[in-house]
């Protein structure tokens, strides 16, 4: 039997790109030889390999067994081009990325412009489009991502960078409303909130020494863009939360000012997410190591270190049973049965 190697590979793009048109974009292919060819596999198979329905495509069992060696021709072949592309002197070709078109616009800029002038063989395509797209299925070199990552093998992740998070309000708002002096005064303002992955506003966690207070708080305003919230309340319209890279230009003209300054929020890690191969091609190396490189000059510290320190404060919250879910009255100092160790 004379299995032709280029059909297998196109077998694993069509799994991967979940469709006949998309796999044949990728493969830069009409949509009609890519179906021509998957059905001569077949035929010389002897067995269906998808079934086919108006909505989707479905790996049969037979198939499902196929796709194990198909994704091997397939990881070799990106490996041979991999390697290629390192033997050149310098990284060169479409680098395709998806970035938080906040993090872009205030924390990447800076490295784009550096990038493109470091290396002008490489063009940079960027979605910056809010949501989680399929690097694999997608062909994206780079996506940038905040906070925890799900467990995935086909992809491989590296930290770029720190966010750390607070509560900011106009002077304005404050001086009409009144300063928040624990968490408990919160649900009495208006609050601006994170746009949670899952829909709804993000919970709030406040940390202060050993006492933890969490809560989800209703929200005048909630939007998937730090930045915008940054700016909202800059004009007096609530009590935002925001991290610090876009609340900083405010803090120095004195639209804003930090609310409960002496409560922490937990750090969110930055990583650049990347697919799995067993050689990265120059242009994506070339601009994880840049990234690192102008941290590094920054002297921002790496998200281990965000790890570690929001570990250290949860077990500190922890041994001190400081937990207050609900934000309850128990967790304000002072009160009767405030669960804050005392000094000394």
Known sequence: MDVEPNDLL????????????????????????VSRRLALLEATLGERLLQRTTRKLVVTEFGSSLLEH??????????????????????????????????ANAGLNEVIARFLERYPAVTLEMDLSPRRVDLVAENFDIAIRM???????????????????ALYAAPAYLAKHGIPEHPDDLPAHDVLCILSRYGGSAAWTLIRGKVRWERSLPARLTANSPDLLARIAARGAGIAISSTLFAEPYLRTGELVRVL??????????????PSRKLMPAKTRAFLDLMEEMCRE???????????????????????????????????????????PSPG
């Open 10 to 33: 196109l077998f694993a793009r069509i799994v991967e790109a979940g469709s006949f048109s998309r796999a044949a974009e990728r493969v830069d292919l009409p949509k009609s030889t």
């Open 70 to 103: 198909a994704r091997r021709v397939a990881d070799e072949v990106e490996a041979a081009g991999a390697l290629a592309q390192h033997r050149q002197h310098a990284p060169s070709g479409k680098l395709r990325m998806s970035v938080p078109a906040d993090f």
């Open 147 to 165: 906070g925890d990552l799900p467990d995935d093998s086909t992809l491989s992740a590296r930290p770029i960078t720190l966010e750390h998070a």
């Open 261 to 274: 300054p002496e409560w922490e929020m937990p750090i969110t890690n930055g990583w650049a997410v990347f």
């Open 298 to 340: 920054r002297g921002h510290a790496t998200p281990v270190a965000a790890a570690a320190l929001n570990a250290r404060r949860a077990a500190e919250a922890a041994a001190g049973d400081g937990l207050t879910p609900g934000g309850s009255p128990s967790s304000r100092p002072g009160a009767p049965d405030a669960r804050e």
